[in-house]
C-alpha cells in the first residue's frame, strides 16, 4: 500500500467518507496505485510478452523499463504529481508505455479521442488545466501537430506538445515539442517509491459520452480502477493465458480496463495492439497471435460475421470471448455471433462513468443474445425509476441510477451539471432507460438523454445543435437519431430557416470545419422543415423527429426500388 500523502486536485468531487470507508473495509479499494499491480506481473513473469505492436514485440520488463523512460521525460519536463497531460495517441505501445509511466509518477492522462480535433483538444486542456498535449504527427489527412500547437497557443496551461512520428519538418512551434521516440529513451531516474500514488490519488481522466454541450472529464481514481479492472477480469475470465485483441481506440474505457488492456497487463497475459478493427487485419491478427479475447461495438462484430460467411477465413481460430458493447446489440445479430465466429459472445453494457454490466461466459444461450448482463460487483447498486423517481417493478422499463466503489460522484469541475446528473444520494443517473428482469440481468431499452450513439461513438445533440444555430438563416435546429443498419445510429439535424433563406448540409458541415470539430460529430442528412415540432410545454420534440426521419428513410428506400 502507497503511504504517500494523496495529491490534491481541485474540482474532483470525492466519495462521501463513509462510503470510501465502506470500500476500504470491503476490500474494494486496496489503497494501492494501478502501477503497483502490474509490477506485480513484471516480476513474476519479466519475459513474458506483454504487449505487441506489429513487428514490436515487447516483454514485460521491456515495456515496464519504457514506461519508466516515458516517466523520467516528463519529469524532465517539470511535470509534476496530480498534473494533467491530454493524451491523444493511435493505438500504439507507446500509448501504452506512456500511460503507465503517467501512473508510475502520479501524472494524469487525460483520454482524448483519435477522433478529437482542435474543438475538443482545446476543450480539453481548458478544463483540465493541461500542462502538456500528446498527439501523433498525423491522423488521416490532419496534421495534428499544428493542431495540437493552435491548442497550446490557446491554452495558457499548456507548456509542452510531445509528437508521435515525424518531428523533422515544420516550424510553427511556439510551443516547444519533443519526440516521443527520445521519451523511450530517456535514462530513468526516479524510483517507483518516491512516487508510488495513493490508492485515492487520480488516476486519470475519462470523457463522458455527453448528453449537454462539449463532454466532460470523469476522475478514475488508482483505487476506484484497479477495482473495476479486478471485477472486469474476474468476470471475463482474465488469466495469464489470455492474449487480448486490442483494436477499439484504446483511451475508451472498454478497451482500456473492461478489462482490456490494463486488465490484461493485471493477469499477466499478453495484448495486441491493432489500429483498426476492420476484419481482415483483425482476423489476420487473431490468427497469427492466436488471440483468445477481443472487444469490439456492435458494428465491428457484425462486419467481422459478414466477413467470416463470406470468406471462412477464422477456422479453427483461438478467438474465445468475443466482447461486444458501447451501443446496443441486435439480438438478432448477438445470436449470430458463436454459431459464426466460434467464440462466446459477452455482452457488455458500461460507461465510463463507472457501472459495468456483464453477461457471465457461462449464461445460458438466452441470457447471453437478449441481455446487456447484469453488474460486474456485488457492491454495484442499481435502480430503475420511473419519472418521479420512484422504482419500477421488474420487467417494466424504467431510467438506470447507479452507484458504487467505481462509479464517481460527480464529474470534475462541474457542479451545475451534477446537480441534475446525481441525485442527492449520489446515485449517478446514466440516461440510459432499462429493464431489470427477475433474474437480474437488464436488458437497454432506450435512453432519455439527448444523445446519438453512433455506432457507439456518442454524440450530444445540444453540441451539434448550438454550431447549427451559427449558420446563417438557421432559427431552430434539432440534432436527432436516425436509424442506421450498420451503425445502429447516425446523426439527422433538422432546421427550420428563416424566410427566403437557403441552407444546405454543407453550410452546417463548413462551419463545423471551420471550428475543427470530430467528424464523426458532423450531421449526415439535413431535414429542412417548416416548423420543428415541439411538445405541448414547448420543447423540441425529438421523438416525433424521430418517427418523422424513420418515415423519410422508408420512403427513401421505396423510392429506390
Ligand atoms: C461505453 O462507455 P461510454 O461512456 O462511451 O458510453 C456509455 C453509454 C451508456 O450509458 C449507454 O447509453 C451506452 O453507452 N451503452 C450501451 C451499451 N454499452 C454502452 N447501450 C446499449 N447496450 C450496450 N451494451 O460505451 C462502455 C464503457 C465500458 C464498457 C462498455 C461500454
Known amino acids: ?4 500523502t494523496p495529491v490534491s486536485i481541485d474540482g474532483v468531487v470525492p466519495w462521501p467518507a463513509d462510503d470510501a470507508r465502506r470500500y ?41 523499463d519504457r514506461s519508466a523512460s516515458m516517466g523520467q521525460a516528463l519529469l524532465n519536463l517539470d511535470v509534476e504529481p496530480g498534473d494533467r497531460i491530454v493524451l491523444q495517441l493511435p493505438n500504439s505501445w507507446e500509448f501504452v508505455a ?48 499544428s493542431t495540437a500547437q493552435e491548442v497550446a497557443a490557446e491554452v495558457a496551461s499548456v507548456r509542452a506538445v510531445l509528437v508521435h512520428g515525424d518531428l523533422s519538418s515544420g516550424e ?55 477495482y473495476n479492472i479486478i471485477r472486469c477480469n474476474a468476470i471475463s475470465e482474465i488469466t495469464s493465458d489470455t492474449v487480448y485483441l486490442g483494436a477499439l481506440p484504446s483511451s475508451h474505457n472498454f478497451p482500456l480496463a473492461c478489462p482490456g488492456i490494463l486488465g490484461t497487463l493485471f493477469a499477466g497475459g499478453r495484448t495486441v495492439m491493432l489500429p483498426s478493427a476492420r476484419p481482415d487485419r483483425a482476423f489476420l491478427a487473431i490468427d497469427s497471435e492466436s488471440v483468445t479475447v477481443a472487444t469490439v461495438v456492435p458494428a465491428v462484430a457484425q462486419s467481422w460475421i459478414e466477413y467470416q460467411r463470406e470468406h471462412g477465413t477464422l477456422t479453427g ?67 430503475v425509476v420511473d419519472e418521479l423517481g420512484e422504482p419500477v417493478d421488474d420487467g417494466t422499463p424504467g431510467a438506470l441510477l447507479t452507484r458504487g466503489p467505481y462509479t464517481p460522484r460527480g464529474y470534475f469541475r462541474a457542479p451545475e451539471h451534477n446537480s441534475r446528473a446525481f441525485t442527492a444520494d449520489g446515485w449517478y443517473a446514466s440516461g440510459d432507460i432499462v429493464i431489470r428482469r427477475p433474474d437480474g440481468n437488464l436488458v437497454v431499452a432506450g435512453r432519455d438523454k439527448d444523445m446519438i450513439n453512433r455506432g457507439g461513438e456518442k454524440i450530444s445533440a445540444e453540441e451539434v445543435e448550438n454550431f447549427a444555430y451559427q449558420v446563417d438563416g438557421i432559427e431552430m435546429a434539432a440534432a436527432v437519431a436516425m436509424p442506421d443498419p450498420v451503425l445502429g445510429e447516425r446523426l439527422c439535424l433538422y432546421v427550420s430557416v428563416a424566410a427566403g433563406a437557403h441552407v444546405t448540409l454543407d453550410d452546417v458541415l463548413a462551419v463545423m470545419n471551420s471550428a475543427g470539430v470530430a467528424r464523426f460529430k458532423l450531421p449526415e442528412r439535413l431535414v429542412v422543415v417548416d416548423a420543428i415540432p415541439t411538445t405541448k410545454v414547448g420543447k423540441l420534440d425529438k421523438k416525433a423527429m424521430r418517427e418523422d426521419i424513420r418515415t423519410r428513410l422508408d420512403a427513401d428506400q421505396e423510392g429506390n426500388r
Open 1 to 4: 500500500m502507497s503511504t504517500r
Open 24 to 64: 476500504r473495509e470491503a476490500g474494494y479499494w486496496s489503497g494501492r496505485s494501478l502501477g503497483s499491480h502490474i509490477v506485480e506481473q513484471v516480476e513474476l513473469h519479466p519475459d513474458a510478452e506483454a504487449l505487441v505492436d506489429g513487428s514490436i514485440r515487447l516483454t514485460y520488463r521491456q515495456l515496464w
Open 98 to 145: 506512456l500511460t503507465l509511466g503517467c501512473f508510475r509518477i502520479g501524472a494524469v492522462p487525460v483520454m482524448a479521442l483519435p477522433a478529437h480535433r482542435r474543438h475538443e483538444l482545446t476543450h480539453l486542456a481548458a478544463l483540465s488545466d493541461a500542462v502538456a498535449i500528446v498527439v501523433a504527427d498525423t491522423d488521416k489527412d490532419t496534421d495534428l501537430r
Open 172 to 226: 510553427n512551434t511556439s510551443t516547444p515539442e519533443f519526440s516521443l521516440a527520445d521519451a523511450s529513451t530517456t535514462i530513468p531516474s526516479f524510483s517507483d517509491a518516491d512516487y508510488d500514488p495513493a490508492g485515492e490519488d487520480v488516476a486519470c481522466f475519462l470523457l463522458s459520452g455527453g448528453t449537454t454541450g462539449l463532454p466532460k472529464l470523469i476522475v478514475r481514481t488508482h483505487d476506484d480502477y484497479a
Open 317 to 383: 481460430s483461438s478467438l474465445r470471448v468475443l466482447q461486444v458493447g458501447g451501443s446496443r446489440m441486435p439480438d438478432e445479430l448477438a445470436a449470430r455471433v458463436e454459431p459464426v465466429l466460434g467464440a462466446r459472445l459477452q455482452q457488455v453494457f458500461g460507461m465510463a462513468e463507472g457501472l459495468i454490466n456483464m453477461t457471465r461466459l457461462n449464461d445460458d444461450l438466452e441470457v447471453i443474445t437478449n441481455t446487456q448482463g447484469r453488474p460486474v460487483s456485488e457492491a454495484d447498486e442499481i435502480a
